[in-house]
C-alpha cells in the first residue's frame, strides 16, 4: 500500500528542517499552510539573524480545480535585481497547476529553467507537468540556500508514484538528475 501524502510530506518536511537548522542554527522556522500546501518557512526577521526570510520547502496535493493565476500580484512581487547572474522569473515552489499560490510560494528562479528552455528546464517542467496532470498527485519542492539571501543555490522536486519518491536536483543554478528511492517504512 503507497504511503499517505501527509505522512511523506511530514518526513520531507521533518528532513529539510533538520538540514537547514545545521546550515543556519539561528534560524526561526514555521510551517503553515496556504491554498492546501504545507510550508517550511524562515521567519529570520523575527530571530534578528542576517538571512532573509526564505521558504525552506513546501508539500501539496494537486487539488482537483485551480483558480485562475493572479497575474498583476504576480508581475508586483519583488524581485530584486542581481547583476552578472542570469535571467530570473518568479519562479513558484508549487507550481501554479499543482494548486501553487503566491506569498512564500515564489522565489527568484533562473528563467531558463523555470521556463523549460534548456534541457535541465526541460526535465524539471516534465515533473512539474506530471505532477498537475491528475489531481491527488503528491509533490514537494524543497530550496537549498549557501548564502543569507533568499536565492537558492539548488532546487528540489518531486512527485509521489505508487511507494517511491522521484525527484529532480538542480545543482548550482544549473542540473543534476536524481532518482530517490524513497519507499514506504524506508524514509
Keep these: 500500500m503507497p504511503p499517505a501524502p501527509a505522512d511523506v510530506g511530514r518526513v520531507l518536511l521533518a528532513a529539510a528542517a533538520n538540514r537547514y537548522e545545521r546550515v543556519c542554527p539561528d534560524c526561526s522556522l514555521v510551517q503553515f499552510m496556504q491554498s492546501g500546501a504545507t510550508y517550511l518557512f524562515d521567519l529570520a526577521s523575527a530571530a534578528g539573524v542576517e538571512q532573509e526570510d526564505r521558504t525552506v520547502a513546501a508539500w501539496s496535493v494537486t487539488p482537483d480545480a485551480i483558480g485562475k493565476r493572479d497575474v498583476s500580484y504576480q508581475r508586483g512581487f519583488p524581485l530584486a535585481a542581481d547583476p552578472g547572474d542570469p535571467q530570473v522569473d518568479r519562479g513558484h515552489l508549487i507550481p501554479h497547476l499543482s494548486g501553487g499560490e503566491f506569498g ?11 521556463r523549460g528552455w534548456s534541457d535541465e528546464g526541460r526535465r524539471f517542467r516534465a515533473l512539474e507537468r506530471e505532477a498537475a496532470s491528475g489531481p491527488g498527485t503528491f509533490y514537494f519542492g524543497h530550496l537549498l540556500y ?29 542540473w543534476l538528475t536524481v532518482l530517490a528511492g524513497w519507499r514506504a517504512g524506508t524514509g
Design 104 to 114: 512564500p510560494n515564489i522565489f527568484r528562479q533562473d528563467r531558463a529553467l523555470n
Design 146 to 174: 549557501e548564502d543569507d539571501t533568499a536565492y537558492p543555490m539548488e532546487i528540489e522536486i518531486g512527485i509521489l508514484r505508487g511507494g517511491t519518491l522521484h525527484s529532480k536536483h538542480s545543482g548550482p543554478r544549473g
